[in-house]
């Protein structure tokens, strides 16, 4: 039986970051689990009396929307458990109403931060994935903590407190047959692993911050096919990636191909997580900037060069193709996959201290993705600033997306055109793409 008090409540809007919101005597309470106007009883997870917000799961459903599904997954499913693994948030509302709820967060964000509204500008609603049918096995990323058994975990929203695991059914199948789950990781901190959407085969474990004879033993469990490396994080900011890769067996990367590009990414470096995001995103972006043969066009973010090698393709040699980004890992990866490509700069740095040296290329249009903070103020600004006819801007944060509208807005840069992919089924994430042209 649970301690804190629950609350029957009525379930109003969806909110920005994966709960709904409800009112109790006045205050805003934001329930997880729910879906808008349902009757739910919700036991308060947050409830400081001077707070002027508190937090809440839904237990029991009084009155269920028309759009509840019962969870796929047992661990991550609030009616079943008191603290239910993160990660598939949305596994109680169906597909389609996911996004319609993706679509209001987004329009709310827009309106509301930015005063543009969505509708206006051609918003027709979030896109699910090409062939997409139940949400399931698309995440070719993992990460999972280890248990005081040495057993894969999650851990519950806003908690320590680890659910070993024996199946992630929103993991890809090649992470998911791989026999990571049978092995002990006592000695391991957490535990990455990566399948490769070129071949849906290769599979990449990283055992991150591993005491090293650990690392020896566990590498030794896991089945001989699987590439294995250790990985220490260092002190530095992800940017700045302080990291050290150890290679324990066959290679530390794994091979991509997008758009018959070949990529390679290296076992901590950045890679979208949807098994067809890069190919959808790419394909958005290359229809959105429309590069001509002599552009000059700037990549932001770039990671290991997912859009900056297509860009630097279409520019030609008689264009130039900036490709930006912070990891160094990452950044090399960058190098290695855009090095036949002489037209291509590959710029190891922070954007906010590159962008300055770029004001003097007159470029035809920045494409830029960054992480889900969206961009410092000092670059909103020195963007605005730059003249550049157009920007794309590809975000997996709507709240971010739409503050930086704002920001690009006072600097003269009118959002024409707005998208959101569902790369991320049952949870609350989204992938929006805005494309931005000076007034
Ligand atoms: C969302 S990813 C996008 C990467 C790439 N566009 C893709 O789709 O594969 C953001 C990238 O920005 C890098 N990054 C984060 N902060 C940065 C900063 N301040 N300056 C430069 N790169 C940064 C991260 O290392 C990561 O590779």
Redesign the pocket.
């Known amino acids: 039986m649970p301690s804190t008090p629950t609350l029957e409540l009525r379930i109003g809007p969806i909110a920005h970051g994966g709960h709904c919101v409800a009112r109790h005597e006045g205050r805003v309470i934001f329930v997880r689990h729910a879906i808008p106007g349902e009757l739910v009883r919700a036991r308060l997870t947050e409830a400081e009396p001077e707070a002027k917000f508190w937090r809440a799961d839904v237990t029991e459903v009084l009155e269920p929307s028309e759009h509840r599904v019962a969870h796929f997954w047992d661990p991550a499913d609030a009616l079943a458990h008191h603290d239910p693994v993160g990660g598939a948030e949305f596994g109680h509302i169906s597909l389609g109403h996911q996004r319609e709820l993706k679509g209001r967060i987004l329009a709310e964000q827009l309106q509301r931060l930015a005063g543009v509204d969505a509708q206006q500008i051609g918003f027709s609603g979030v896109q699910p994935a090409p062939g997409e049918r139940d949400g399931l096995g698309w995440r070719t990323r993992m990460a999972y903590a280890v248990n005081g058994q040495g057993a894969l975990a999650m851990s519950a929203h806003r908690s320590h407190r680890l659910t070993a695991l024996e199946q992630m059914p929103l993991a890809h199948p090649g992470i998911e047959n791989s026999g990571i789950y049978q092995v002990d990781y006592s000695g391991i901190s957490r535990v990455e692993v990566a399948v490769s959407s070129a071949d849906d085969a290769t599979v990449l474990v990283l055992l991150a911050e591993a005491e090293p004879e650990a690392a020896v033993r566990v590498a030794r469990q896991l089945p001989e096919a699987l590439n294995v490396a250790a990985f220490s994080q260092g002190t530095g900011?992800?940017?700045d990636?302080q990291g050290a890769l150890h290679q324990l067996r066959g290679h530390s990367w794994l091979p991509e191909t997008v758009l018959g590009h070949r990529y390679r990414v290296t076992g901590e470096?950045?890679?979208?997580i949807h098994r067809q995001?890069?190919t959808v995103?790419t394909e958005r972006v290359l229809e959105l900037v429309d590069p001509r043969p002599g552009q000059r066009i700037a990549?932001?973010?770039?990671?290991?060069?997912?859009?900056s090698l297509p860009l630097a393709q279409r520019v030609g040699a008689a264009g130039a193709l900036f490709s930006?980004?912070?990891?160094p890992g990452?950044h090399r990866d960058a190098k290695r996959n855009l090095r036949a490509l002489d037209q291509a700069r590959v710029i190891r740095?922070?954007?906010?201290r590159?962008l300055r040296q770029l004001a003097a290329e007159r470029l035809d249009a920045v494409?830029l993705?960054?992480?889900r903070a969206g961009v410092?103020k000092k670059?909103a600004a020195e963007l605005g600033n730059s003249g550049v006819p157009r920007i794309c801007y590809?975000s997996?944060d709507p709240a971010s997306f739409a503050r930086d509208t704002a920001r690009l807005a006072a600097r003269g840069y009118e959002l024409g055109h707005v998208e959101v992919h569902d790369l991320y089924p049952h949870t609350h994430h989204m992938e929006t793409i805005g494309l931005f042209e000076r007034r």
């Open positions: 900011a992800a940017a990636g470096g950045f890679w979208q995001a890069a995103l990549d932001l973010y770039a990671g290991a060069g997912l859009f930006i980004e912070g990891a990452t740095g922070r954007v906010e590159m494409v993705d960054p992480p410092d670059v590809v997996c």
